[in-house]
């Protein structure tokens, strides 16, 4: 029997430092991505059941010297998405609606309504032109507040990308329309209908939208990221209307996991529809969720941008793992923030981030790899220019960043060490396009001009 029990005990002892082995690596982590001035935010990590991290990083308030804790509020920008895809499922569970209804059904007289239909929107297969694009709005967005009516007129008219249902491509448009279409159904704004039928069921009391009048001593300052200097150059904040159901919500990481919780229990959405949520259709999306395999296992996310700030959410349904980063600065790493810290908890091999020393280059040299370049993947065009000696890439989506040379032909980010660029010369010396690799694997950006 005394073997027994110092067998179990042995166990449970081997079990906890085991576990707060994974918890120190885990902050080790994040401690270097911090120090390296990579990332300022909350973490939380759950497996299981049991919450391994959740902890802040950086300075909330640099100016007031103010840490990031685990109550600091950060906008989520587009991880609304889910959010709004759930409400719209409970619409269908309840009957009320149908992922086949179309949408001159709720906004008549809407151009192509008669073949965009509710699941088009939820897939980003309708083919709406994207506001975002609008630059006056994009410029004004800052500074007032907007009617449905005001954002819906800017992309109503535009001509689709593409026929519904037979392209994929990203689009705001759409979940803009759907909280439209929450409303009419719900009788509630959409805030409202959020908060009835979401945020109070899961007791996330400090999710809400409209950051920008938000007075608390818990809210995160946003900062930029498009240069050397730029985690001390404050971001403006969106008036909460121009995003709205595609990417208003603020909140915390611990709200986040109950949210996790919530859609693990149940109690808000029955499985089948999570089942159907989760299934990629185009480009590995569902109905407001990525899916994708990570190590080999499943893993359900969706990630967000705004000025300022970043986040991802990730979780693994099967193995009851949470990933959690919200950041008040415009990392590029949050995805491979959340990647590194699923690897330490599936213990797969990881690395800590790099600091890179740049070589300095001759001007001319920077001069001929100005232009234009098209993203091969996907589409996304990229400018380099050189800008008071600086050679600085700006995407038609996202921050800019500043290329920093290891030698002649081989470039990294900025703000991201492990982002490397490679350009491609003919026999002439003429650049033919640049390699971009993120995450070890290489993409061509062919220049286009």
């Not at 949050?334 to 001759?362: C, F, G, T, W």
């Amino acid at each position: 029997m005394k073997i027994f029990l110092l067998a179990g005990l042995l166990g449970l002892a081997c079990h906890a430092h085991a576990q707060d082995s994974t918890v120190y690596r885990l902050d080790r982590l994040m401690q270097a991505w911090r120090d390296q001035g990579k990332f300022s935010g909350t973490i939380l990590v759950a497996q299981k059941g049991k919450v391994l991290l959740h902890q802040g990083y950086g300075f909330k308030d640099q100016q007031q010297r103010s840490l990031n804790d685990t109550n600091t509020l950060y906008q989520i920008a587009s991880v609304t998405k889910p959010f709004t895809s759930t409400l719209i499922g409970q619409l269908v569970i309840a009957g009320k609606l149908s992922l086949t209804d179309k949408l001159q059904q709720f906004y008549p007289g809407f151009p192509h309504g008669d073949s965009i239909t509710i699941g088009h929107l939820l897939t980003h297969t309708a083919g709406l032109w994207d506001y975002t694009r609008d630059v006056e709005l994009m410029e004004e967005q800052t500074a007032r507040s907007f009617s449905q009516e005001e954002i819906i007129r800017v992309f109503k008219d535009q001509p689709l990308d593409f026929a519904p249902g037979t392209g994929w491509s990203y689009c705001n448009a759409g979940y803009f329309l759907l909280g439209g279409i929450i409303e009419k159904k719900t009788g509630l704004s959409y805030e409202q209908a959020m908060r009835k039928y979401v945020f109070t069921p899961l007791g996330m009391r400090h999710s809400a939208f409209d950051f920008r009048n938000l007075v608390s001593v818990d809210k995160a300052i946003g900062y930029y990221a498009d240069s050397s200097e730029a985690p001390s150059k404050k971001a403006p904040v969106v008036d909460s209307t121009v995003p709205w159901s595609a990417g208003s919500i603020y909140s915390t990481a611990g709200d986040l996991y109950q949210w996790y919780r919530g859609l693990k229990s149940r109690v808000i959405i029955p499985q089948h529809w999570l089942d159907s949520a989760w299934l990629p259709r185009k480009n590995k999306y569902g109905y407001g969720w990525m899916t994708d395999s990570v190590f080999g296992r499943r893993v359900v996310s969706h990630s967000g941008g705004i000025f300022g700030f970043r986040s991802a959410f990730w979780m693994l349904p099967k193995e009851d793992v949470c990933i959690v980063v919200l950041s008040n600065m415009e990392t590029m790493s949050r995805e491979e923030i959340a990647r590194r810290l699923l690897a330490v908890v599936l213990r797969q091999p990881y690395s800590l981030p790099v600091m890179l020393k740049a070589v300095p280059v001759d001007t001319s040299v920077l001069r001929k790899y100005e232009g234009t370049y098209r993203i091969t993947a996907n589409g996304v065009v990229v400018v380099l220019a050189l800008e008071h000696g600086r050679l600085i890439a700006r995407p038609e989506r996202g921050p800019a960043s500043e290329l920093l040379a290891l030698d002649n032909t081989h470039f990294f980010l900025s703000n991201e060490h492990e982002f490397r660029i490679r350009f491609e010369l003919d026999a002439q010396g003429k650049v033919v396009q640049m390699m971009l690799n993120p995450k070890g694997t290489e993409k061509p950006a062919l220049k286009i001009k």
